[in-house]
């Protein structure tokens, strides 16, 4: 079959289906317009490749739930929601590291600060481990992907109050699983 003659709506029905080639087709059609838009959105070649790829990525993956219309309106848009929130996890990584730089100065590179750290980290994996496998979804993908409700009601074809209610879960669970790092609340000011 030869997939360059055929109009995106037919390659993206044929994709639902787990057409390889169909994809390939897309992907080969609209990469280079999405890898400029987004180079030229945030300035750097690396972070363009990056959120292009996840785009394709995400794309493929959701191939067989993804309402799609226009296939190039849909890519557009899906980029500039990939580079707002990759601008939004950016911005709170500087202002997590300048609050740390401006408060913990003192304790920046002592073995009890990193014990802390460290202690911390693993009580965090701890707590997530301890959530059902849908809360554990939803709260990685809320509070370490800075995805709204809406995109991952989406992402995991599931409503929106139940993406609430499985945040609103996870946050009382990780606060009980944490109490004892409260004291630490700069840290955990950021994850909950």
Same mark, same amino acid.
């Given at each position: 079959m030869n997939?360059?003659?055929?109009?995106?709506?037919?390659?993206?029905g044929l994709m639902k289906h787990e057409d390889k080639g169909a994809f390939r087709v897309l992907y080969e059609r609209y990469w280079k317009e999405i890898l400029l838009v987004a180079y030229r959105k945030t300035g750097t070649k690396e972070i363009a490749e990056e959120l292009t790829q996840n785009l394709?990525?995400? #794309?493929? !993956?959701?191939?067989?739930? =993804?309402?799609?219309q226009h296939?190039?309106?849909?890519?557009?848009t899906a980029i500039k929601f990939s580079i707002i929130n990759h601008y939004k996890s950016q911005i709170v990584h500087e202002k997590f590291v300048s609050y740390v730089q401006h408060t913990a100065t003192d304790y920046a590179h002592?073995?009890?600060?990193?014990?802390?750290?460290?202690?911390?980290?693993?009580?965090i994996d701890k707590g997530i481990a301890? #959530?059902? !496998?849908?809360?554990?979804? =939803?709260?990685?993908?809320s509070r370490f992907e800075n995805r709204s409700i809406k995109e991952i009601a989406?992402?995991?074809?599931?409503?929106?109050?139940a993406v609430e209610y499985h945040i609103t879960q996870s946050?009382?669970?990780?606060?009980v699983h944490l109490k004892d790092y409260l004291i630490y609340g700069f840290l955990l000011i950021y994850l909950l």
């Open positions: 997939y360059s003659l055929l109009p995106d709506e037919a390659l993206v394709f990525l995400n #794309l493929w !993956e959701r191939r067989a739930t =993804v309402e799609i296939v190039r309106a849909w890519l557009f002592t073995t009890e600060q990193t014990t802390i750290h460290h202690d911390l980290s693993q009580a301890l #959530l059902p !496998e849908k809360t554990q979804q =939803v709260f990685r993908l989406r992402d995991l074809n599931i409503s929106e109050k946050l009382k669970r990780m606060r």
